[in-house]
């Protein structure tokens, strides 16, 4: 099985900055994507940020130019840096991979984080 250890998350002014870090470990055979979610109370979860294995990124609107998602392929680890954070980042922010894993091998397999709250203050 693959496990997803997430860190990172706090309590920051609105301005300020906090990097996440999800570091992926067990079976894995190939991750294809990794990337970050995020769930404020009373809404659904959204899509933050994607960065596939070979590099092309995706991002939400409401995160462009703010937020920088980077991995780190040796440790099996994606970080997400968010920059001129606002109360509206307010969410518990969950890391997300598809990936192969060991065996036959299994095929484009989903894992999640256990979850991250980042508070922003205003």
């Known amino acids: 099985q693959v496990q997803l250890v997430e860190s990172g998350g706090g309590l920051v002014q609105a301005g300020g900055s906090l990097r996440l870090s999800c570091a992926a470990s067990g079976s894995i055979f190939r991750i294809n994507v990794m990337g970050w979610y995020r769930q404020a109370p009373g809404k659904q979860r959204e899509l933050v940020a994607t960065?596939?294995?070979?590099?092309?990124?995706n991002y939400a609107d409401s995160v462009k130019g703010r937020f920088t998602i980077t991995k780190d392929n040796a440790k099996n680890t994606v970080y997400l840096q968010m920059n001129s954070l606002k109360p509206g980042d307010t969410a518990v922010y969950y890391c997300?991979?598809?990936?192969?894993?060991?065996?036959?091998?299994?095929?484009?397999?989903?894992?999640w984080g256990q979850g991250t709250q980042v508070t922003v203050s205003s």
């Open positions: 960065i596939t294995n070979g590099g092309r990124l």
């Open positions: 997300n991979i598809k990936c192969d894993i060991k065996g036959p091998p299994i095929l484009g397999i989903d894992y």
